[in-house]
């Protein structure tokens, strides 16, 4: 199309003019002497030269490169999936790293065929990424939240406080508990929130005994919470802490840092526990080098305690007293993320609890450590031990 029009100009342009009179022309010159009409042609012969331009040449941005885009509204996401659908690992790296996968966590795609191992009562755990754990029936729903006199405005939304009456969220929002006098295990599973179907099938899989843990950045933290709350599971809320390697080994907005100070610390708290309600304490998200800050972990601590909540770390901050009760994990179970390895550590978990009593293991939200949890702590009973939630594994300190 451009040729041809260049073609045309140029065609036009070397065409010898038409013979007019003189005579005829002179008129027209003289008046063209005059400084108004003069100005007045000049402007007419500017807009003629334009609409010219334009109609033998087109649109003069024709030559410039475009692009189109068809916008459409996106259709409603459908639900989460529930109990029985298969889910992958999709949004965890969000959080954390998972690095390599183990071939023995993909199923029939890696391995040609789905890896079982035995658990202790029989059942059996498929290492692949679905479940065959049965979703639960709700079991005793615990209030929902917030409870009226526990709660104070604050910048970023309510906070937790100790009642009037003396009532603390460390207790309150807590599952009842009342020991049988059988060796006591608790689980606290954590990471919940950012992946939709894994938060779904730890709330429905689980007993209700098992508490958890979720992470403040979840779009819809309340609505989970509310739903973990129904089926049973008092939950807590985790604190990202500044690790080794930070920043380039960064656990989210609002990291506790150990060169913050009292202040520093109070204003991230307030962000993070304003994040939602019904939690009756807190959990640590990495945070060894802010372990190491004695006015950092001084103002954590007395914040919590001032504000009647727990505080439940991974093992990693056992020496650090404080909050309004505490305890620490005595394992991870899911460091090594296959089926045995998990096994060994749920194990060790029951030998610890029949040595001295009482055993707090934690995990993060994986399928296979979901799905294992949820058959492990099925057949515990048989086995002469109590599953219990973690807050019943939580002291106040001097007692």
């Known amino acids: 199309m451009f040729a041809k029009r260049q073609s045309a100009l140029a065609a036009a342009a070397g065409a010898p003019p038409e013979p007019r009179s003189r005579v005829a022309m002179e008129p027209v010159l003289n008046a063209l002497k005059k400084p108004p009409v003069a100005a007045g042609a000049a402007g007419v012969f500017v807009i003629g030269a334009a609409a010219l331009f334009v109609a033998v040449l087109g649109d003069p941005r024709a030559g410039a490169p475009t692009a189109s885009a068809v916008l459409e509204r996106p259709a409603a996401a459908d639900t989460a999936p529930t109990g029985a659908e298969a889910f992958g690992f999709s949004g965890l790296d969000i959080y954390q790293d998972l690095g390599p996968i183990d071939p023995a966590l993909m199923g029939e795609s890696a391995m040609g065929g789905e890896a079982l191992i035995t658990l202790p009562d029989g059942a059996s755990v498929a290492s692949g990424q679905g479940f065959s754990a049965p979703v639960r029936a709700p079991s005793n729903p615990l209030p929902k939240a917030p409870i009226a006199g526990l709660f104070q405005p604050g910048p970023n939304g309510p906070l937790p406080r100790i009642a009037a009456d003396g009532r603390v969220p460390a207790q309150a929002y807590a599952r009842p508990f009342r020991s ?99 939690y009756f304490g807190v959990t640590n998200y990495l945070g060894d080098r802010f372990a190491t800050s004695d006015e950092g972990v001084s103002a954590l601590m007395t914040n919590l305690r001032q504000r009647g909540l727990a505080f439940l770390d991974d093992g990693s901050m056992r020496r650090r007293p404080g909050a309004f009760a505490r305890a620490s994990a005595d394992r991870v179970v899911d460091e090594e993320q296959t089926p ?33 949890a949820a058959r492990w702590t099925a057949g515990l009973e048989a086995r002469g031990l109590q599953l219990a939630p973690a807050s019943a594994m939580t002291r106040r300190p001097g007692r």
């Open 180 to 278: 049988n006098g059988k060796p006591m295990v608790a689980l606290v599973v954590g990471g919940l929130g950012l992946n939709s179907a894994t938060t779904r099938a730890a709330i429905e899989r689980l007993p209700a005994e098992v508490t958890l843990s979720f992470v403040p950045y979840a779009e819809g933290l309340q609505t989970w919470i509310d739903m973990a709350r129904a089926h049973g599971h008092e939950v807590m809320i985790e604190l990202p802490m500044e690790p080794t390697g930070y920043p380039d080994n960064d656990p989210g907005p609002y990291t506790l840092l150990s060169s913050g100070g009292a202040d520093d610390v109070a204003v991230k708290l307030d962000w993070l526990l304003a994040r939602a309600t019904g």
């Open 340 to 372: 045995a390895a998990i096994l060994r550590q749920f194990n060790a978990l029951e030998a610890a609890a029949k040595t001295s009593g009482a055993a707090l293991g934690t995990g993060f939200s994986y399928p296979v450590t979901v799905e294992a």
